[in-house]
């Protein structure tokens, strides 16, 4: 051990050069080194750096316990998995209370269906960080992307979608589903052909590109076509039942009274009331009618909660006055711009010499001004649905840097317990990659959104499948002088492909028989499929079966 640590290490700088070992390119190589060299190992080696966001769970474990206190360390396991589950919390109350509401408003402003709400705004959503993620660092591990996006789909698809059958069953449209099916075994089927000499050229990433491009476009059609034959066949029912809503006399007289009342009421009355109102924390309803148990739950998720109140705007349509509080709202404008700033690391930078804060306030003093000498306390604006914009970017924001954090537990945990890239990808990764997803899409279903939340679960995973595999791989072949990406898709790789298509596959024929109802006993089918390949994915791991991804011929 001593050789092979000096061979490691190069001890005439700070920085840590590896040599004469294969895998030291792989964080999990720290537990062939003795106790005394693990902390260096994981502060120096950029593997160990990739599975840090904000906090170094790592280097809490092997520097600050150290694996040689074997109690405290378990101790210190579990607590992050307590850390892990908090999480998880967070991601749910930002999915039920801001995301959701958020991504209804949205879909009726727009007045487009909940099935092109969720391949495209709720899609873009949850798939938009991931996907950036991976364009933007295209000297990735191929075997750890491989395994991580084929693993996500599979998770997404079967479990998720299953789940948000269970939640709420609903007849499908036969051509959209099966457009949509169709599309993703194409594009699973096209990464499998093209990817099995371990080559990806610029055509096979265009292809790929533009099987996204034509589901997208197929959509907007349907849609397109589906609105049109609503209004011809439809428009004198419709117009009738305007002409009733507008008979009743009393809706008039109302109307002509309130602007009269409100003349005498100031703009401003009971301001800060109604912001303390709003401000608080804590559900009145889930404290008074809760067990202790309950609201245990309710003080651990204070903190968190009033955060998410201080920066992000609340646009409920069910709410009261659509959930306006104009003094919040006014702090919103301010706190948001700040709140997207100091996360993502540019709090320090500067331009002309003058740091970035300081031009967001400078920015924000106009609109907090206009939207003050515009609004009032008692009824909200024309111009609260552009709060919603506000809001999305907000929630996308919380989801995606908590998202990350559990992704870094995860890849923290696949460490500790001795994973494998390929096992470490499509399962920990895919699972933390996926638990935006899995969040707001269960509580859309859960509030009634579950077409919405379904067609996320396909529009989602298929956009960071072509988009994020694609462009990354074209980024890499760019710098290839035959204009080939080396593309290498591990032991698991060809297992994520073959169970990928039978999810999809006996989705597809328990539909058909069906006849395209979405019933609870079709979601049960998709998460036991799923089931079935992380069952035969782990057997494979510890080597007591042979995964597809093997070659056994001599």
């Not at 607590?79 to 749910?92: D, H, K, P, Q, T």
Request: proline share 4%.
């Amino acid at each position: 051990m001593c050789n092979q640590t000096s061979s490691l290490f190069t001890r005439s700088s700070r920085h840590a050069t590896y040599v004469n070992f294969p895998r030291a390119d792989d964080c999990s190589y720290l537990h062939k080194l003795s106790v005394e060299e693990q902390c260096e190992f994981v502060e120096m080696a950029e593997s160990c750096a990739e599975s840090r966001f904000y906090f170094n769970y790592v280097g809490f474990l092997y520097c600050t316990i150290g694996s040689d206190r074997e109690y405290l360390f378990w101790l210190g396991f579990l607590l992050l998995l307590c850390v892990c589950m908090y999480y998880f919390v967070v991601l749910g109350t930002t999915a039920d209370q801001f995301f959701c509401p958020t991504l209804a408003t949205i879909a009726k402003t727009l007045n487009i269906s909940e099935a092109l709400a969720g391949v495209t705004v709720l899609a873009f959503g949850n798939g938009s960080p991931d996907l950036f993620t991976a364009v933007a660092n295209p000297d990735a591990d191929t075997e750890l992307m491989f395994s991580e996006l084929l693993g996500s789909a599979a998770f997404v698809i079967g479990v998720i979608g299953g789940v948000v059958l269970l939640i709420q069953p609903f007849s499908f449209a036969p051509w959209a589903i099966s457009r949509d099916l169709a599309l993703f075994v194409v594009a699973v089927l096209w990464i499998t052909y093209r990817a099995s000499d371990e080559r990806f050229s610029l055509l096979d990433s265009s292809v790929l590109i533009g099987i996204y491009v034509v589901f997208l476009g197929l959509v907007v059609w349907e849609f397109i076509r589906a609105k049109r034959q609503v209004r011809r066949g439809k428009f004198l029912q419709r117009a009738e039942i305007i002409i009733r809503r507008r008979e009743p006399a009393p809706v008039h007289v109302q109307e002509r009274t309130i602007p009269q009342r409100e003349e005498n009421i100031p703009d401003n009355e009971g301001l800060l009331r109604d912001f303390w109102i709003h401000l608080n924390p804590i559900d009145t309803d889930e404290w008074t009618q809760g067990s202790w148990m309950s609201r245990m739950f309710c003080i651990m998720k204070v903190p968190f909660v009033l955060v998410l109140l201080l920066t992000i705007p609340i646009v409920d349509v069910t709410a009261e006055r659509d959930g306006w509080c104009k003094l919040l709202n006014i702090l919103h404008c301010l706190t948001l711009p700040l709140f997207i700033t100091f996360v993502n690391g540019f709090a320090f930078t500067s331009i002309f010499h003058v740091p970035v804060p300081c031009w967001i306030v400078l920015a924000s003093v106009p609109w907090v001004l206009a939207i003050f000498w515009t609004s009032r306390t008692d009824r909200c604006p024309r111009y609260h649905k552009l709060f919603t914009v506000l809001s999305f970017l907000g929630c996308i924001q919380v989801i995606y840097i908590v998202a990350q954090e559990v992704v870094s537990v995860l890849e923290t945990v696949g460490i500790v317990l001795k994973l494998s890239k390929s096992i470490l990808g499509l399962s920990l990764l895919a699972w933390g990659n996926s638990v935006g997803d899995l969040f707001s899409n269960v509580a859309l279903a859960r509030q009634g959104y579950g077409k919405m939340a379904f067609a996320a679960c396909f529009g989602g995973p298929l956009l960071n499948l072509c988009l994020g595999l694609g462009l990354t791989l074209i980024a890499k072949a760019v710098g290839e002088p035959h204009l080939d990406a080396e593309v290498r898709k591990g032991v698991m790789g060809e297992n994520c492909e073959v169970y990928l298509l039978q999810i999809l596959t006996t989705t597809w024929m328990g539909l058909l028989f069906t006849n395209f109802q979405g019933r609870r006993s079709i979601g049960l089918c998709m998460i036991v499929t799923y089931l079935v390949f992380l069952i035969f994915s782990f057997l494979g791991e510890f080597e007591l079966i042979h995964p597809y991804g093997t070659d056994h011929h001599p």
